[in-house]
């Protein structure tokens, strides 16, 4: 399983001829062999090009055919063995059992999508057969979905196997009918020429178009905008920062022909606790939220990086559990140095605002983070947007309000975010219930009771939310429901039955579930 450094197109190993660099080791904290080679405008526009001729083939082959693609792509990844889990240790420094967890929540997506493939709801069939004797009469109505096209996907630093080469994005695209042309992350390169040639693999083993799946690698943002721009393009699928989704929006929307973008971007995932949950179980929350903060040195989009609290009994218990457990933690290697230097710039602007009190803040090396809490008051939080800013590591702020009401007003000052979380007991219903409208306004997740790291992958999950923590509030980038945001529906209006789709022939050929004049049926 050597690795070469070399882009894949039309599904072979192919070296970029726009300069080269090299992998870093956080833990090492040196650049790692083998030189990786750009890819030039020229390989990124054939690579797009290839994807959209592929698209009609793709999208042709049959629900089981594209279930069994999937199934494949997750047999060949599980065969790159023990090889892919150390070189990714090795890029981000993440520890095996987390690397090792992280395969297999890679592998069960894939399998999700095939199973909901194989199930065949997701085409939302819909048939409104005729009515000639209605004045006027009705013609033959018949709907499905259809994917959109190629699907340019955008690996992440912090999910070198879930939301990269083979993540969510992916799955969800290829799921779809969609092809997919991915741009390695520059931050782990090795794990994503590894997971790439597993999925050309199984593209060659299912006997699918070379086209379907395209590996590019490069730095900066050119490769991105050039991608994203490019006409056989129909989608984007990205999780990174606020200003590399915007600046890819930015140039979907100039388009001669605009695409959506599905972008995660910011999130602070605020945590209320509610009063009697803080007087019951004050110091039990505080040792949990520690240890959500800091699990994965913080490097998850849904780190609880916002507190919210009424002044009253348990909240000293909460500050001092938390306090102390933070304190107890040690720093860690983060993911890549541009995360590191950041996390270091947001932590010392927010211990050197004259609003905010310091409660703890772990000293930390070069390349590494150190957990930190700070406390602030509802009213100064109001009045300095600059404390909204999510501080991407284990880093959190706590908000002190005089009463309900004040926290109400905390929560629709809040951007959009990936999730919010609820600390109470039963006593708190009355409280939870007045901020129920609110948060489903602001957030795509809702928790009681438990910490927002963590996100299951399964069919009701949402992992999205207003913006700005997506660039569309109305998707999802965890669960099955991911794959609508490469779908678009088309209607067939009198076609003779000879050119009808399968799923939307008379006698249900492939056995899926329709709405048929109304009814949700298998007829």
């Given at each position: ?25 956080p833990?090492?904290?040196e ?32 629900d ?127 794990t ?18 070379a ?9 900066g ?50 945590v209320f ?14 040792k ?79 390349g ?43 929560a ?36 009681a ?75």
């Amino acid at each position: 399983m050597s690795i070469t450094g070399d882009a894949i197109i039309n599904g072979l190993a192919e070296r970029g001829g726009a300069g080269a660099f090299q992998a870093w080791a956080p833990g090492q904290r040196e650049h790692i062999e083998p030189a990786f080679h750009m890819v030039t405008p020229e390989q990124i526009d054939r690579a797009c090009t290839l994807a959209g001729d592929a698209f009609d083939a793709f999208r042709a082959t049959g629900d089981a055919a594209r279930a069994q693609f999937l199934e494949t792509v997750a047999e060949q990844v599980l065969a790159i063995g023990d090889a892919l889990i150390e070189r990714a240790m090795l890029e981000t420094g993440l520890p095996r059992v987390r690397l090792e967890g992280e395969r297999m929540r890679t592998v069960g997506q894939l399998r999700l999508f095939a199973t909901l493939l194989r199930e065949g709801s997701w085409n939302d069939a819909r048939l409104d057969t005729a009515l000639p004797e209605r004045a006027p009469p009705r013609p033959d109505l018949r709907m499905r979905l259809i994917g959109v096209g190629p699907v340019a996907v955008f690996a992440a630093s912090n999910f070198p196997l879930a939301f990269s080469v083979a993540g969510g994005d992916t799955a969800s695209a290829f799921a779809a009918g969609c092809p997919v042309v991915l741009k390695a992350h520059s931050a782990h390169p090795g794990t994503s020429e590894l997971v790439g040639r597993a999925i050309a693999r199984a593209v060659a083993q299912c006997g699918l178009p070379a086209g379907v799946f395209a590996l590019l690698s490069g730095t900066g943002n050119g490769i991105g905008q050039r991608l994203v721009a490019h006409p056989a393009i129909q989608a984007v699928g990205f999780t990174g920062s606020r200003s590399g989704g915007l600046a890819l929006m930015a140039v979907a929307a100039a388009r001669k022909q605009p695409i959506p973008v599905y972008a995660e971007m910011s999130s602070i995932n605020p945590v209320f606790l509610l009063p009697e949950a803080l007087a019951n179980r004050g110091e039990e929350i505080g040792k949990g939220f520690a240890a959500s903060l800091t699990m994965g040195v913080g490097q998850f989009c849904t780190n609880p990086g916002l507190v919210l609290a009424i002044d009253g009994p348990g909240l000293d218990d909460f500050t001092n559990a938390a306090s102390d457990a933070l304190a107890a933690s040690s720093s860690a290697v983060m993911l890549n140095q541009g995360i590191a230097d950041s996390y270091r710039k947001g932590v010392e602007a927010l211990a050197g605002n004259d609003a905010i009190t310091t409660l703890a803040r772990l000293a930390h090396e070069e390349g590494q983070g150190g957990a930190a809490l700070f406390r602030t008051t509802a009213d100064e939080f109001l009045a300095r947007t600059e404390l909204h800013d999510e501080v991407f590591g284990p880093a959190s702020v706590l908000v002190v309000c005089k009463d309900a009401g004040k926290m109400r007003d905390v929560a629709e000052a809040i951007e959009g975010q990936l999730t919010a979380t609820l600390q109470l007991d039963a006593g708190d219903i009355a409280a939870a219930r007045a901020l129920l409208p609110t948060l489903e306004r602001k957030v795509g997740r809702i928790l009681a009771n438990g910490y927002p790291t963590g996100v299951e992958v399964s069919t009701a999950m949402v992992h999205g939310g207003p913006f700005p923590s997506t660039a569309d509030g109305r998707s999802t980038s965890v669960g099955t429901g991911a794959i609508s945001r490469f779908l678009r529906p088309v209607c067939y209006q009198n076609l003779p039955a000879a050119l009808l789709p399968e799923v939307l022939q008379d006698g249900n050929p492939l056995g899926a579930w329709r709405r048929r004049d109304g009814a949700l049926t298998k007829e």
